[in-house]
């Protein structure tokens, strides 16, 4: 349940040429014969493959000297494999670079590999799913199936391991003359070409090192545990001590057999991994520890290296999440100073953020929410100076040009519902200038010199488009224009396709609460179920202009009105938007929610009795909560891997709102969605996968027992085998098929001969 404030430059991948592709799919997903006439929009073809969105590739990036944009493209026969794709601007050509699955293995990953992919929110993909440029531009860095191989621009494939152990965490070094890697728990290095051997020690299973522990990669968004020096000279690297965290013991309960873990996971109120920082040369010696401070109960949350090597940045936040620290390292010592400190709001928390650079000359482009935005503000021989204001947010620092002195941004200066690129100077920072179309919302990244920007838009009727641009915003080629024409997969869809339209309601202190709706054909006098989906945690912003995809669609063509409300909590509206949710989980995000529901029930095409409410994870929680609170108001609820107590929940997420268990009791019974349990009257599907990892299975079984016993009826759905994140190609139609055949048995379905509700809808199939 990350809701750090994350760089949008990982979502900003370009797309890759499309392939033609069949005009029209049969209901299972296959193409239709020649002459068939286009189906329904079903669940079953939502998730098959090729993608309804067009190509979805990832990882966009340009190579040192800007002639190669390379990207990890996903295959039209199955979505969810990528190879490595290069496009060499000065041919204007494509070429797959890396073959996954030709050159992979196919084995079994290690349940540390499987862990961390869950954690980066990758687990169901296959083949590559990361890569580095080397630093002169020859070739990149591979991990495939757990071994490293070195993929050279002009064909050559070089493989660097070939062992059972997965290589963790793999790197190039800053200059690229060492490759680095975790395994067992110890870091390994070696010059490329050469042998590799562990630079630090093996002290069991509980004490790792350049690794990231479970809460930095979960909630925090860092996802390694050592960085290099611009120079090779010295490495920094962490080592985790989790011998005092709780163990969970989690039962991976399979169709055909379970597997028992042991996992150290840190609930709110119980000891964190004890985390310490060394720096040390590529070959472990010269190690020395860095000073964090006298109080080990810290969260280390990001490590950089000065431009020039001279210095190591370490950002400390305190457990209660309200201070963060920017120490200053002397990385021969590892003596530090605090640089300077950020401190919450009263009534809030520190947001992390990647929004920040250090620059050549020894200054320091800072995102901040200390006048209750998200805003940028440059650090310079002690002094700040603020870059943004206003009342909107800085979501992305896109890039730098530090020969012009100029910073690219991502907010939503406009509209709140609609993410811009925006560019200003650093001496002139008020003359703030939009460099991307008022029709398209948008994500950026950008290369190291601030030169050029990979930009990705979309908006309600037009899937994801990229391309390359210059400084000015200056389209300078498509790298896929994604055109929705005649061989594009969604195009036989086209006919059904509804529109999106927005509006706002006011919560009960008057702040507005947007929403988005979109209706199948309204037939004058008939009036339509509503499915409501919620996510309603703290973080995430559900509404928005941009392009959702198929599954929305899907849900329409059956003859529902699609509904969504960000409440108060959501992101990107600033801190007294957040703030509301402060020691007060499970309240005044309901009682918005409630706010929306009361508002379609004023609607003349809408059912005011068949309001059925759909959420996942902190959604699920939501879908408890407020039948709890609101018997009788919604027609019945899906509950997906809710958590059900705070505090089976981690350390860092939790807390970060609720403090602990022990310091506000009343805040963790009041926020409980198993206590009322036995207030639920109306229909209630939970949902769960059996080998969950983040929200443990025992957060379902709890409230299960309690409804159990209070003889409360509700429906089930476990998938065994399936982590937090149930989803795959067959899966995903059970799934929103499960979903549907609940609401249909409870009465929620569309008026009696709808035009949207046609018999081929395949309304009743698995």
Same mark, same amino acid.
């Given at each position: 349940?990350?809701?750090?404030?994350?760089?949008?430059?990982?979502?900003?991948?370009?797309?890759?040429?499309?392939?033609?592709?069949?005009?029209?799919?049969?209901?299972?997903?296959?193409?239709?014969?020649?002459?068939?006439?286009?189906?329904?929009?079903?669940?079953?073809?939502?998730?098959?493959?090729?993608?309804?969105?067009?190509?979805?590739?990832?990882?966009?990036?340009?190579?040192?000297?800007?002639?190669?944009?390379?990207?990890?493209?996903?295959?039209?026969?199955?979505?969810?494999?990528?190879?490595?794709?290069?496009?060499?601007?000065?041919?204007?050509?494509?070429?797959?670079?890396?073959?996954?699955?030709?050159?992979?293995?196919?084995?079994?990953?290690?349940?540390?590999?499987?862990? #961390? @992919?869950?954690? +980066?929110?990758?687990?169901?993909?296959?083949?590559?799913?990361? &890569?580095?440029?080397?630093? %002169? /531009? $020859? !070739?990149?860095?591979?991990?495939?199936?757990?071994?490293?191989?070195?993929?050279?621009?002009?064909?050559?494939?070089?493989?660097?391991?070939?062992?059972?152990?997965?290589?963790?965490?793999?790197?190039?070094?800053?200059?690229?003359?060492?490759?680095?890697?975790?395994?067992?728990?110890?870091?390994?290095?070696?010059?490329?070409?050469?042998?590799?051997?562990?630079?630090?020690?093996?002290?069991?299973?509980?004490?790792?090192?350049?690794?990231?522990?479970?809460?930095?990669?979960?909630?925090?968004?860092?996802?390694?545990?050592?960085?290099?020096?611009?120079?090779?000279?010295?490495?920094?690297?962490?080592?985790?001590?989790?011998?005092?965290?709780?163990?969970?013991?989690?039962?991976?309960?399979?169709?055909?057999?379970?597997?028992?873990?042991? #996992? @150290?996971?840190? +609930?709110?109120?119980?000891?964190?991994?004890?985390?310490?920082? &060394?720096?040390?040369?590529? %070959? /472990? $010696? !010269?190690?020395?520890?860095?000073?964090?401070?006298?109080?080990?109960?810290?969260?280390?949350?990001?490590?950089?290296?000065?431009?020039?090597?001279?210095?190591?940045?370490?950002?400390?936040?305190?457990?209660?999440?309200?201070?963060?620290?920017?120490?200053?390292?002397?990385?021969?010592?590892?003596?530090?100073?605090?640089?300077?400190?950020?401190?919450?709001?009263?009534?809030?928390?520190?947001?992390?953020?990647?929004?920040?650079?250090?620059?050549?000359?020894?200054?320091?482009?800072?995102?901040?929410?200390?006048?209750?935005?998200?805003?940028?503000?440059?650090?310079?021989?002690?002094?700040?100076?603020?870059?943004?204001?206003?009342?909107?947010?800085?979501?992305?620092?896109?890039?730098?040009?530090?020969?012009?002195?100029?910073?690219?941004? #991502?907010?939503?200066?406009?509209?709140?519902?609609?993410?811009?690129?925006?560019?200003?100077?650093?001496?002139?920072?008020?003359?703030?200038?939009?460099?991307?179309?008022?029709?398209?919302?948008?994500?950026?990244?950008?290369?190291?010199?601030?030169?050029?920007?990979?930009?990705?838009?979309?908006?309600?009727?037009?899937?994801?488009?990229?391309?390359?641009?210059?400084?000015?915003?200056?389209?300078?080629?498509?790298?896929?224009?994604?055109?929705?024409?005649?061989?594009?997969?969604?195009?036989?869809?086209?006919?059904?396709?509804?529109?999106?339209?927005?509006?706002?309601?006011?919560?009960?202190?008057?702040?507005?609460?947007?929403?988005?709706?979109?209706?199948?054909?309204?037939?004058?006098?008939?009036?339509?179920?509503?499915?409501?989906?919620?996510?309603?945690?703290?973080?995430?912003?559900?509404?928005?202009?941009?392009?959702?995809?198929?599954?929305?669609?899907?849900?329409?063509?059956?003859?529902?009105?699609?509904?969504?409300?960000?409440?108060?909590?959501?992101?990107?509206?600033?801190?007294?938007?957040?703030?509301?949710?402060?020691?007060?989980?499970?309240?005044?995000?309901?009682?918005?929610?409630?706010?929306?529901?009361?508002?379609?029930?004023?609607?003349?095409?809408?059912?005011?009795?068949?309001?059925?409410?759909?959420?996942?994870?902190?959604?699920?929680?939501?879908?408890?909560?407020?039948?709890?609170?609101?018997?009788?108001?919604?027609?019945?609820?899906?509950?997906?891997?809710?958590?059900?107590?705070?505090?089976?929940?981690?350390?860092?997420?939790?807390?970060?709102?609720?403090?602990?268990?022990?310091?506000?009791?009343?805040?963790?019974?009041?926020?409980?969605?198993?206590?009322?349990?036995?207030?639920?009257?109306?229909?209630?599907?939970?949902?769960?996968?059996?080998?969950?990892?983040?929200?443990?299975?025992?957060?379902?079984?709890?409230?299960?027992?309690?409804?159990?016993?209070?003889?409360?009826?509700?429906?089930?759905?476990?998938?065994?085998?399936?982590?937090?994140?149930?989803?795959?190609?067959?899966?995903?139609?059970?799934?929103?098929?499960?979903?549907?055949?609940?609401?249909?048995?409870?009465?929620?379905?569309?008026?009696?001969?709808?035009?949207?509700?046609?018999?081929?809808?395949?309304?009743?199939?698995?």
């Amino acid at each position: 349940m990350r809701s750090t404030i994350l760089s949008a430059a990982l979502v900003a991948a370009s797309a890759l040429a499309l392939l033609p592709v069949a005009a029209a799919y049969a209901q299972d997903g296959t193409p239709a014969a020649p002459g068939d006439t286009a189906m329904n929009l079903t669940f079953e073809r939502v998730f098959a493959s090729p993608s309804l969105d067009g190509p979805a590739p990832r990882a966009a990036r340009l190579s040192p000297d800007g002639r190669y944009l390379t990207v990890l493209r996903n295959r039209e026969t199955d979505r969810e494999r990528y190879d490595l794709w290069a496009y060499d601007r000065q041919a204007g050509t494509w070429a797959m670079l890396v073959d996954s699955e030709k050159l992979g293995s196919g084995r079994e990953l290690s349940e540390a590999e499987k862990m #961390q @992919r869950e954690r +980066a929110r990758v687990g169901s993909l296959k083949g590559i799913i990361a &890569y580095q440029w080397v630093s %002169d /531009g $020859s !070739g990149v860095l591979v991990p495939l199936d757990g071994d490293l191989y070195l993929a050279r621009l002009g064909g050559e494939v070089v493989r660097l391991t070939d062992t059972e152990e997965s290589e963790l965490n793999p790197a190039m070094s800053g200059t690229s003359r060492y490759v680095s890697f975790v395994r067992d728990g110890q870091l390994w290095v070696a010059e490329v070409g050469k042998a590799a051997a562990p630079i630090t020690p093996a002290e069991g299973e509980a004490i790792r090192w350049g690794e990231a522990e479970f809460v930095a990669q979960e909630e925090m968004g860092r996802l390694t545990g050592y960085w290099w020096a611009p120079d090779d000279a010295r490495i920094a690297v962490e080592r985790f001590d989790e011998s005092g965290v709780g163990i969970v013991t989690r039962a991976a309960i399979g169709a055909t057999g379970t597997r028992v873990y042991e #996992q @150290r996971y840190p +609930a709110a109120g119980t000891p964190n991994a004890v985390v310490e920082l &060394y720096l040390m040369d590529p %070959d /472990g $010696s !010269g190690r020395v520890k860095v000073d964090l401070g006298a109080d080990p109960d810290i969260y280390l949350a990001r490590v950089d290296w000065a431009p020039d090597g001279s210095a190591l940045y370490v950002q400390r936040q305190d457990r209660a999440q309200t201070r963060l620290d920017m120490l200053r390292v002397d990385p021969a010592t590892g003596k530090s100073s605090v640089m300077f400190t950020e401190r919450a709001a009263p009534g809030h928390w520190i947001n992390l953020s990647d929004s920040y650079r250090f620059l050549k000359d020894g200054s320091l482009i800072w995102w901040s929410e200390r006048d209750g935005y998200g805003h940028l503000y440059r650090f310079a021989q002690g002094r700040w100076t603020q870059l943004t204001s206003g009342k909107w947010v800085v979501s992305n620092l896109v890039g730098v040009n530090e020969a012009e002195g100029r910073v690219f941004v #991502q907010g939503n200066r406009d509209d709140v519902l609609a993410q811009h690129v925006y560019a200003f100077d650093l001496d002139r920072p008020a003359a703030i200038e939009r460099l991307t179309d008022p029709a398209f919302t948008h994500a950026a990244s950008m290369d190291q010199q601030g030169q050029t920007m990979i930009v990705t838009r979309s908006n309600d009727s037009t899937p994801p488009q990229s391309y390359i641009a210059d400084g000015t915003g200056s389209r300078l080629a498509w790298v896929e224009e994604n055109a929705l024409d005649a061989g594009h997969p969604y195009t036989p869809f086209l006919a059904s396709h509804r529109p999106v339209t927005y509006g706002t309601v006011p919560a009960e202190d008057g702040t507005p609460l947007h929403w988005e709706m979109v209706t199948p054909e309204l037939e004058p006098g008939r009036r339509y179920p509503v499915y409501f989906y919620h996510y309603g945690g703290p973080g995430p912003q559900i509404v928005n202009k941009g392009w959702d995809g198929a599954l929305r669609q899907a849900i329409v063509d059956r003859g529902y009105i699609w509904f969504a409300l960000d409440n108060r909590g959501s992101a990107n509206r600033g801190v007294a938007f957040e703030q509301p949710l402060y020691r007060a989980m499970g309240g005044a995000e309901v009682r918005d929610q409630k706010a929306g529901a009361e508002y379609l029930k004023t609607l003349p095409f809408v059912d005011p009795q068949k309001i059925a409410i759909d959420g996942w994870s902190y959604g699920g929680y939501m879908t408890l909560k407020q039948l709890q609170a609101d018997p009788g108001l919604y027609a019945a609820g899906i509950a997906g891997a809710p958590v059900t107590d705070w505090a089976l929940y981690d350390t860092h997420y939790t807390e970060r709102y609720m403090g602990t268990p022990q310091d506000d009791a009343a805040a963790y019974a009041a926020s409980d969605a198993i206590a009322n349990a036995d207030r639920i009257s109306d229909p209630l599907l939970i949902i769960h996968g059996m080998a969950d990892d983040n929200v443990v299975f025992e957060n379902a079984t709890a409230v299960i027992a309690r409804m159990q016993e209070a003889n409360v009826p509700f429906e089930m759905m476990l998938y065994p085998g399936y982590t937090h994140r149930v989803s795959g190609e067959r899966i995903s139609p059970h799934r929103y098929n499960t979903v549907f055949r609940f609401l249909e048995a409870h009465g929620v379905v569309p008026p009696e001969g709808a035009a949207s509700s046609r018999p081929d809808s395949k309304q009743d199939q698995d």
